[in-house]
């Protein structure tokens, strides 16, 4: 996967998760830092091996890495972060060599990573439920004051 290994050392991609970490500081909640974006795509990896999805691995890979790196701008300027994310993750991806439809398919899903209504064979369904999937809420200090826990809260997420 030496395009992912691409996207780990890109100076952008840094950037951007650091900024994340700084706008989160004193978040109490789940944060969006590197290591929730690689559990998102190990769940995502997973869920598509396990329904036989014929998603190629770096395209999941890419999506669950790259689909909250505009996050802090959602907290610095109240825009939508997964549209900005895959605005983000556009040059990163032309950077780390995605040809145009795979970064079509990619940007695609990270764009829509927060709508539940999709095709349950789609890259963007995947990123979704890893997404909500991936998240510990059972180690999780802080749940029963958690609007997407309280909202969310599926038993079955949590074994």
């Keep these: 996967m030496v395009r992912i290994e691409k996207i780990l ?22 944060h969006h830092d590197f290591q929730h974006a690689v ?8 869920l598509a091996l396990e329904n036989k999805l014929p998603i190629s691995k770096e395209e999941i890979y890419a999506s669950g890495l790259l689909h909250d790196i505009g996050r802090w701008k959602e907290y610095a300027e109240g825009v939508d972060h997964a549209t900005e ?22 940007l ?6 927060r709508n539940k209504d999709q095709d349950q064979n789609s890259l963007g369904w995947i990123l979704f439920e890893a997404d909500k999937k991936s998240r510990l809420c059972c180690e999780c200090l802080t749940r029963d004051t958690c609007k997407r826990f309280q909202h969310h809260h ?3 997420l949590y074994y």
């Design 85 to 106: 994310s895959a605005i983000l993750a556009s040059p990163i991806l032309e950077h780390c060599g995605f040809n145009k439809e795979e970064s079509a398919r990619i």
């Design 154 to 156: 599926k038993p079955e």
């Design 39 to 46: 559990d998102v795509a190990r769940v995502a990896y997973i």
């Design 9 to 30: 050392i890109d100076v952008q991609y840094i950037e951007f998760l650091n900024r994340n970490v700084e706008a989160e500081e004193t978040r109490l909640f789940c």
């Design 108 to 113: 695609h899903a990270i764009d829509h990573h």
